[in-house]
């Protein structure tokens, strides 16, 4: 969702620093993003404490984050990625199935459909909160293609970062890497079926 279909990666990036210097972190953000990319929030509290020890304030630091995405958001909406709304009307005139499988929470997911007018474009919808464990592991993409009723080697990942890339590779599934924010690594390559500079070039592999 994030990164791909929304642009909202900035909006999370900046969040993440605001929160940060609130609660008086010192530790270098850029190199956390780095690794936090494509995470659910339970497992990024693990990484925190971690790193940070167990009395890191994380429950506070999410709150303070929660909110200057809530106040983002109501001032300036949702933006899309570029091509993300062709791509998903060309499914649908297709007749192929869509799931959202992101990392982050539900409430957020169905704000951001509903806000954008996109719910109506998903077969299913699977959270971050539903699996055990987050990318890059693969279970939210195997739950995925449970809930669609098909096999997990045919579906396509659609991914801007390294977990999801991973996770999409170790599930079975073609895996296209659209990069966002985060630096394309040589050693994610070999994970990746296709490698697209952004979603509009995405309707090509969907050509007769």
């Not at 999410?62 to 300036?76: D, F, P, T, W």
């Not at 806000?115 to 464990?133: H, N, P, Q, Y």
Request: aromatic share 10%; hydrophobic share 45%.
């Amino acid at each position: 969702m994030d990164g791909t279909l929304f642009d909202t990666e900035r909006i999370y990036y900046r969040a993440w620093v605001g929160a940060a210097e609130a609660i008086g972190f010192s530790g270098d953000m850029d190199a956390v993003m780095q690794d936090i990319f494509g995470v659910s929030e339970s497992d990024i509290g693990v990484y925190f404490r971690r790193n940070y020890g167990e009395a890191f304030p994380y429950e506070r630091m999410l709150e303070i984050r929660a909110g200057l995405i809530r106040a983002e958001i109501e001032q300036n909406g949702v933006p899309l990625k570029a091509g993300a709304m062709e791509i998903l009307r060309l499914l649908k005139k297709r007749g192929i199935a869509a799931a959202v499988v992101s990392s982050a929470p539900r409430f957020r997911i169905d704000d951001f459909l509903r806000r954008t007018r996109l719910d109506g474009f998903f077969s299913c919808i699977v959270s971050g909160e539903r699996v055990a464990k987050s990318k890059p592991a693969p279970d939210i993409f195997l739950l995925a293609a449970r809930e669609l009723g098909v096999e997990a080697s045919s579906c396509m990942v659609v991914e801007d970062s390294h977990n999801g890339v991973l996770a999409g590779a170790r599930a079975g599934m073609e895996v296209v890497l659209i990069p966002d924010l985060q630096p394309v690594s040589d050693a994610i390559m070999p994970y990746v079926t296709h490698f697209l500079p952004s979603m509009t070039d995405l309707a090509r592999l969907f050509d007769p």
